[in-house]
């Protein structure tokens, strides 16, 4: 069983910054691939980056490219998600998730068995 708690968000204007965590809980998380998700009101959950288990690989969406960073700490089982230069269209509660059994990242939802609760991130114009 894994667990994740989700830290970090909160409200900020355009153009600045916040970095998310998420600690996780359970075994064997060096092995499995992590990801971060977001969901605006009204919208469906979106893919935003996701880490290998080892974090040699990451993956970005479009939307993320260049902003945001993805990185994690295996020894504090620890995940981190840095993002700069904010905008108003980031607002969404942002979700921490973790595979099953598999150590790559992946960029679909369904593919993460374990979520954490959420953490709201707010981008004022």
Do not use: H
Not at 51 to 57: D, L, V
Not at 61 to 72: C, E, L, Q, V, W
């Amino acid at each position: 069983q894994v667990q994740l708690v989700e830290s970090g968000g909160g409200l900020v204007q355009a153009g600045g910054s916040l970095r998310l965590s998420c600690a996780a809980s359970g075994r064997n998380l060096s092995t499995k691939g992590m990801g971060w998700f977001r969901q605006a009101p009204g919208k469906e959950r979106e893919f935003v980056a996701a880490i290998s288990g080892s974090g040699a690989t990451t993956l970005y969406a479009d939307s993320a490219k260049g902003r945001f960073t993805i990185s994690r700490d295996n020894v504090k089982n620890t995940v981190y998600l840095q993002m700069n230069s904010l905008k108003p269209e980031d607002t969404a509660v942002y979700y921490c998730a973790a595979r099953g059994a598999y150590n790559r990242g992946s960029p679909y939802a369904y593919e993460y068995g374990y979520w954490g609760q959420g953490t709201q991130v707010t981008v004022s114009s």
